[in-house]
């Protein structure tokens, strides 16, 4: 006996076949081409899972997190930044995007993980506010980049400090094998314990840090590289910035985080307290301090001399390190670049500083 009347079959599958058509429709609507233009309108409740915990103090202390909330953005934030970490998130699948130097979105290439790069800013004054200095273990005599022949250098592969290293050598005419590279990843203060212990006899640090290095230390030292290493960016799973609602409510955040920038160079002291004093544990002293170190950050008017920069990079990697060729033009996305130059107006930089 027929237990379904065909009318009610019918009617079940059409009702079947039209959810998954809207299903279908919907999934097409929200992705987005990489070429197509970004979105304006940001859907109510769009969520964007930021490793940014630097400039989330930023924007919550200047009341810029009220832009975001306005245009319908809501962020997630995680207290992730750095090359390691986000990678491992971005496969997790539990990131969008992660404020990091230059060198993580080559190796997520490398690695088989999908990125762009969609935020630039730069140091007003690359050389005399560096973000990394060469600190030399006590009793070890290095006060010129010659004298790194024989040393044994801290190396993390996959982070802005193993680049780093491999420019430095460069710059003083050696190669690896006239130095001792000694693989150790810089997670904390790794390389600090690393350099008091005599593990190695140099390592890049934070340049902020080097004071800090030297008291504890009795007879350690440091020097300037003299290169360039001002590269500070936000990187998102390639997979986020073809949605369209996330794409759409990066457009927002990008133009709020470049105002932070901006907000950051003019307040500070306010800066200072918000990250280094309230978020890091820093003295008020030692915060402003900090703060005095790295400089003043600019927003640049064409990535032009960014992407430069990293093709450079990646030029250098990809021979040291023996990677494959990488075409860094691919991981980049410039539609960004004018909504940073528009939410920084006459403020965004040019000529050395971009």
């Known amino acids: 006996m027929n ?43 769009t969520v964007l899972r930021l490793g940014d915990p630097q400039y989330q103090a930023v924007i919550q202390a200047s009341g810029l997190d009220k832009e975001l909330s306005n245009a319908g953005v809501t962020v997630e934030w995680a207290n992730i930044s ?12 539990k990131l969008d995007c992660s404020a990091v130097a230059d060198i993580p979105s080559l190796f997520a290439a490398w690695t088989g993980t999908s990125t ?53 050598l460069q710059k003083a005419g050696l190669s690896q094998s006239d130095v001792q590279l000694v693989e150790l990843t810089s997670t904390g203060d790794s390389y600090v314990t690393a350099l008091g212990g005599k593990a190695v006899d140099v390592a890049p640090i934070g340049a902020q840090n080097i004071k800090l290095y030297e008291a ?55 800066y200072a307290k918000a990250y280094y004093q309230d978020t890091q544990g820093l003295s008020e002293a030692d915060a402003k301090a900090v703060v005095e170190i790295q400089g003043e950050k600019g927003i640049p008017a064409t990535w032009d001399a ?32 004018p909504v940073q130059a528009a939410a920084a107006g006459d403020k965004v930089v040019t000529g050395d500083a971009a």
């Open 3 to 45: 237990r379904h009347p065909r009318g009610t079959v019918g009617a079940a599958l059409a009702s079947v076949l039209a959810l998954a058509a809207g299903c279908s429709q919907e999934q097409a609507a929200t992705r987005l081409e990489l070429t197509a233009a970004l979105p304006d309108q940001v859907p109510r409740g």
């Open 82 to 93: 750095g090359g390691p970490q986000s990678i491992q998130a971005f496969r997790a699948d």
């Open 116 to 168: 762009r790069i969609v935020f630039q800013s730069v140091t007003l004054d690359p050389l005399e506010h560096p973000i990394y200095k060469l600190g030399v273990a006590p009793g070890v005599s290095v006060t010129s980049l010659a004298d790194l022949r024989g040393k044994k250098i801290a190396y993390s592969a996959g982070q802005a400090q193993g680049a780093l290293v491999l420019r430095v």
């Open 306 to 337: 960014a992407v430069t920069r990293l093709q450079e990079t990646a030029d250098l990697l990809s021979t040291e390190q023996k990677h494959d060729r990488l075409d860094v033009t691919t991981l980049i996305d410039r539609r960004f670049e």
């Open 216 to 270: 504890k230390y009795p007879g350690a030292t440091s020097l300037f590289t003299g290169i360039r290493d001002d590269a500070a960016t936000l990187y998102c799973l390639t997979s986020s910035v073809e949605d369209a609602e996330k794409a759409a409510a990066l457009k927002v955040y990008v133009a709020v985080r470049t105002r932070a920038v901006l907000w950051a160079n003019e307040h500070p002291a306010e």
